[in-house]
């Protein structure tokens, strides 16, 4: 099975950049597709956004459309999320989460459909 670390996290100030990185050990990463979910302080986890096995296919959650960025390097068996423009309603903990799937240009929102999950690293966006 796959293990995922993410790394990256921080505090930054509103409007600010972070780099957000899930390295991936154990299997290929490129039979996964991958998601990024967050979660803040007395909140659900959220989905963040999501891509493909082949990189070619991302979503986005409306939040954080147009700031956010998520791309991967198979052949490093990494997914990153660039967060560009932050505001202190992303502050949480981010987390990395893989599903094994035969499909590889098919995306998933739904956090139940990955079964793998890294242990989190934490943002914070200060006002």
């Known amino acids: 099975q796959v293990q995922l670390v993410e790394s990256g996290g921080g505090l930054v100030q509103d409007g600010g950049s972070l780099r957000l990185s899930c390295a991936a050990s154990?299997?290929?990463?490129?039979?996964?597709?991958v998601g990024w979910f967050r979660q803040a302080p007395g909140k659900e986890r959220e989905f963040v956004a999501t891509?493909?096995?082949?990189?070619?296919?991302?979503e986005y959650a409306d939040s954080v459309k147009g700031r956010f960025i998520i791309f991967r390097d198979n052949a490093q068996n990494t997914v990153t999320l660039q967060m560009n423009s932050l505001k202190p309603e992303d502050t949480g903990v981010y987390y990395c989460a893989a599903d094994l799937t035969m499909y590889a240009d098919v995306t998933t929102r739904s956090a139940r459909t990955y079964d793998y999950w890294g242990q989190g690293t934490q943002v914070t966006v200060s006002s």
């Open positions: 154990g299997r290929t990463l490129s039979m996964y597709r």
């Open positions: 891509i493909s096995r082949n990189g070619i296919n991302t």
